[in-house]
Each structure stands twice: as C-alpha cells, then as structure tokens.
C-alpha cells in the first residue's frame, strides 16, 4: 500500500493549507524575526545590573507594554538570591533609548532600572497597562517570611510561613504609575482593601498586560476577577468585575466583535487553557478550548487589529504542550470571536543562540512598526531540561509574515 503511505504524506504536507479560511495579504510582506536576551541573570556574561550595582540571580514573569509615544516598556520580577516564586524579590524592567527605535537592537534598549524593591518582601506579577499618557502597573506583594506553600528555606536559613488571611500574611495587590513614560514611578499604592475579596490568602494579579477598550474602560486581569477602569484617561475609578471559576494567571483581551475575551491558566490538572467571554456586565462560564493545550503555565494574548487593513487578528502565545514549557508558539485567530486559531509557528523556528530552552511566562505588545515584541522565559542556568531554574528573559520581534511562513499551525 506505498501508494496509500504517499498519498498520506501529501496530505500531511498540505493539510496545514487547508485551516488557511483566511487568505490573509501580510503573508505576502517579508518574513522579520529578530531575536535576542533582554534580561541577563547574574550567571552570565554582561549581567544587567541596578545603577546601584545590585544584579539579580534570574529575572522571570515579564510583561510588557507600547506607551503612547510608541516606546517600549519591558517589566519583570529581579529575583535576588534564588529563581523560586519567594524570597526577596524586586520589580525591574527596562525602556527603550528612544520612542522609534522599537527595540530592535540590544543597543536600543536602557539599562536595568527598578520600580520597587524595597525591603526583603516578594514584588512581583507586572501588570501594565497604557493609558494615554499614564502606565498604570499593577503588582502583587507578600511579606518576605511568607511563600505561597509555606516551609521554604531562605538563604539565611529560616524557613517560610504559609500564606494566611492574615493582613500580614496575605497577598497584598499594589498600584503605582508613571506620567514621564516609564522614567519614574509614584510610590506604590496598597489597593488590596479596594479591589482583592475579604478573606482572601493566595492572590494574583495577571501577570501580563492589561487593556483599554474601544469604549474607554480600562480591564486588567487578575485572579479571579477582572479590575475595571472607568472614568477618564489618568484619572480612574476601579472596580471589580468577579468570575466565577477564572484562573489565577489570566489573560485578557477584546477580540474583534467587541467583546471581553478572557483566556486562562489551567487550573489543578487541566491539559487546556480556561476560555470564557462576556463583557463589562456580564460573564459566560469558563472552559476547555481544546484546541490550546498547556503545561499549566501562563500565557499571552494580544488584540492585533479591527478589520480595516486586512482581516482582524488577534494573537496569542504558550508554550503549546501538556507536559512541557519548552514548546512556545504564537498563534494567529482571524475569527471574530477568536475560537480558532488558524496558523502557528513554533518559536524555536528561530533559535536564540545559547539561550538553553526557551519556554514558559510570556508576554505581547504591538510596535509602532507593526511588529509582535514578545518576551520569553528562558532557562540559561540548566540547558539539560532541568526544570525550575529560569533566569533570562528573551526579547523577540517578529512580523505577521514570519509567522504565516512557518511549517505548522
Ligand atoms: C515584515 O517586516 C518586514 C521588514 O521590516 C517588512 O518589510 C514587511 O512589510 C513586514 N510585513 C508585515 C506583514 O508586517
Ligand atoms: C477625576 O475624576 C473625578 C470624577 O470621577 C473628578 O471629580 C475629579 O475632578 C477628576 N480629577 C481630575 C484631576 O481630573
């Protein structure tokens, strides 16, 4: 049966062609990826360290947002001493040099800069969101003798409480913001009494970005709840939106019909990540989309354009595995509702020259030269596939046409 094997193969190798329901033109432009570290941990050549001298032992959970005058801003999590979610962990990130340089180069980019770090507590989940002038970033805190499962070690030996529904002991959620494009922040405000539940412990507030609405409101992401921003640009009023069976890392975005598309971490064993729509006054309920399997990480999701240039597109990026965080792919939807994900291209397509494996936390932002800017976790410390020992973050630009060239969907 050679023939049937043959026949079998052909198929194979133009079934990718047959999800293509939208003959999208950017296929047609030149393919561009460029791709390089941004954050570089203590353990490396050139590390990225504080004006103070101050250099972190790995950098996880970026995010990371376009301002309005079309610079990039890049946050992450500077973990001190150790590459575990606790412990003395500072809030840093990066701009770049100027407002049209789009990060293209390492050259583009400034140094390492803090947003807080104060004392020995764990700053962490950035969570931006532009708006107009203003970069509002929402953070979560906890204590620094506190960890998520309780009974950590710390470096000095002493070891961790669980994290309780104490008002010390708790996750607190944190807002500062910034009125000079990125250059200086406000000192962190604790919003947890305003906008995290009575009696909560374990909290989370994206990590990734938040989003305006073609309305005005402001939506940012967080566990189990959306935060609402209304009023007017700088000058917001914020709320809760609850869902009911939401993630604790969820991603938010408005698809192309206008609506409120939350796409969320799977939650105890789940294989697939969390979807539910609705809009700023009601919800649906969350569930599988079977067609975006997942290792139990987080993810990114990103509205690229409304219908006018071309199809709307909406972009999401995980690492595209059950089992595995070293599967990153970027997927395009032109569906308005963002229920199928047309095409794909694994990010290893375009390797990072010694960056160990690539995968787990990212995050997307559109460049003023229409390009997806996206930072990646990487692991530099243990390339053998070791887990848990993220330290570098990656930054990759690359346009629509790369990923319309790629082999896979
Ligand atoms: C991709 O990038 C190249 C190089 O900047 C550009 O010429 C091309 O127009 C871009 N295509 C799309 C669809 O953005
Ligand atoms: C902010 O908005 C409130 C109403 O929501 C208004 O009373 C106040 O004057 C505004 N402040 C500024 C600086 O615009």
Redesign the pocket.
Known sequence: MRWLQGAAALWALFAPLSHAVVDD????????HREFVLFRSANMASPDKLSSGIGFHSFRIPAVVRTSTGRILAFAEGRRHTNEDFGDINLVYKRTKTTNNHGADPDDWEGLKEVVGSGSGTWGNPTPVVDGDTIYLFMSWNGGAYSQNGNNKLPDGSVTKKIDTSWAGRRHLYLTRSTDDGKTWSKPEDVTKELTPDGWAWDAVGPGIGIKLTTGELVVPAQRRNIIGRGTPGNRTWSLQMLPGGGSEGTIAQTPDGKLYRNDRPGGDGDYRRVARGTLTSFGAFADDTGLPDPRCEGSVLFYNQADDGPARTIFMNSASKDSRRHMRVRISYDKDAKKWNYGRELSDAPVSGAGYEGGYSSMCKTA???IGALVESDFYNDKGGGNSYRAIIWRRF????I?HGPRN
Do not use: E, I, T
């Open positions: 033109p950017a296929k047609d432009a030149a393919p561009y030269d229409f390009k346009n629509l046409s790369w319309l």
